[in-house]
């Protein structure tokens, strides 16, 4: 948890620097993370993975993982509870024994 902590703590400080936080209310940063999303999409447009820069695709990834990391922080959430909370949601919802090897979702299992 200390290294996601290192990561928000960078990001608010380079925010903090620029006089960025004005703008980073939860609406706008999930507005970014869907931007930001979609450019991750282009990358992927009319060609096979495997054809998609993967340096791009770092950079647009490392952009939705910050304006993520900001909103979670906005509103207080422990990053590593809420994923890990989430898992276990899931883990009810698409049971190994219904769900292994099976992409419908889990109120078609």
């Known amino acids: 948890m200390a290294e996601i902590q290192k990561i928000i703590s960078e990001l608010i400080q380079f925010r903090d620097e620029r006089d960025w936080a004005q703008f980073h209310n939860p609406k706008d940063l999930a507005l970014a993370i869907n931007v ?3 450019e ?25 993982l910050a304006y993520a990391f900001l909103l979670a922080e906005k ?6 509870e809420i994923v890990l909370e989430k898992i276990k949601i899931n883990g009810q919802k698409y ?14 299992l």
Do not use: M
Request: aromatic fraction near 10%; proline fraction near 4%; charged fraction near 40%.
């Open 36 to 38: 930001e999303a979609g």
């Open 40 to 64: 991750l999409l282009e990358l992927f447009l009319w060609k096979s993975p495997e054809n998609a820069n993967r340096n791009k695709v770092k950079e647009e990834l490392a952009d939705i």
């Open 75 to 80: 509103y207080e959430f422990d990053v590593k």
């Open 95 to 108: 049971p190994v024994d219904k769900a292994k090897g099976n992409a419908k979702k889990y109120n078609e």
